[in-house]
């Protein structure tokens, strides 16, 4: 197996493939994403939208479409709108360093999600009114797409890319198997071709105001999700709305399962500890 590990977007990254094919070029997408998407990053693509309102840049606009996209699909689930309330809450570094700060965050008050208005045309990406945009609840499925399209344009039929628990998978592993991922609790499933995406309160987690707090925003209250399901796990055609979609499932629950079946996609959710499927999930389950 030909493989390569490294470090992007504050997670772990893992490329592997039979093919072979130097990974190096495909790792140097990573991160010239994470440099152009991250809000953490003064220089990013994302922070010049915030603060300059408007940007021209064709692939910024796909990925802001998409997001968009998903919280229609959503009912308003998944929303990029949130970056004030991640910021209030107290995620307004990278968790490295708000792990470790002693004193812990206060958490603020934010403008609704819905007081920042975007409009994107032509591969011009534009917001007004109060907010900041963040897109961490799909650039990285969104990138883990790109490596994998790249992939496939060098004539790789067989991979897999996991972004820090987003993956994307195509044709069969080193031994002519269909790729296994594992979906937590013993759980796994069994893919030849799509995404799975897990999103979880577990991580990510610190304490606001002597609160606990986690980085999964329920955009109708501008502050962390207090619904019961606390992991979930998408099985669909691509990463980025598998990201979106799991991210969406925490925040706001009952509507973001409207947009599973928008999307054509399958969930596993732990809701009060208790693990549940949509009805064409056991499907891919091994």
Same mark, same amino acid.
């Given at each position: ?115 920042? &208005?975007?409009?994107?045309? &032509? ?44 993956? &994307? ?100 959710? &732990? ?16």
């Amino acid at each position: 197996m030909n493989t390569r590990t490294f470090g992007a977007m504050n997670t772990d990254w893992w490329i592997g493939t039979p093919a072979g094919l130097d990974l190096a070029p495909f790792e140097e997408m990573v991160h010239a994403a994470e440099r152009r998407y991250s809000r953490f990053r003064s220089d990013s693509l994302l922070s010049r939208l915030n603060r300059e309102r408007c940007v021209q840049d064709a692939d910024l606009a796909d990925l802001v479409t998409r997001a968009l996209e998903v919280g229609v699909a959503t009912q308003g689930a998944f929303d990029p709108r949130i970056g004030a309330a991640l910021s209030a809450a107290g995620y307004d570094r990278t968790f490295e360093v708000l792990r470790d700060r002693a004193d812990g965050p206060q958490l603020a008050f934010a403008p609704p999600a819905d007081a920042l &208005r975007i409009e994107v045309e &032509r591969g011009i990406v534009r917001i007004s009114g109060t907010g900041t945009l963040d897109l961490g609840g799909i650039a990285k499925g969104w990138t883990v797409d790109r490596v994998a399209e790249q992939l496939e344009a060098a004539g790789c039929t067989d991979y897999l890319v996991d972004g820090g628990g987003d993956i &994307r998978v195509a044709g069969r592993d080193e031994r002519g198997k269909p790729w296994v991922v594992g979906a937590g609790d013993g759980l796994a499933v069994s893919l030849e071709a799509g995404a799975v995406c897990t999103s979880s309160t577990s991580r990510r987690r610190w304490r606001a105001a002597g609160e606990d707090a986690h980085h999964i925003i329920d955009p109708a209250r501008g502050g962390p999700s207090r619904h019961a399901v606390t992991d979930a796990v998408v099985v669909a055609r691509d990463a980025a709305t598998a990201d979106a979609l799991a991210t969406a499932l925490i925040a706001q629950p009952e509507a973001a399962l409207a947009g599973l079946a928008a999307s054509g996609a399958e969930a596993l959710l &732990r809701r009060e500890g208790q693990w549940e499927m949509t009805e064409g999930m056991r499907r891919w389950l091994v």
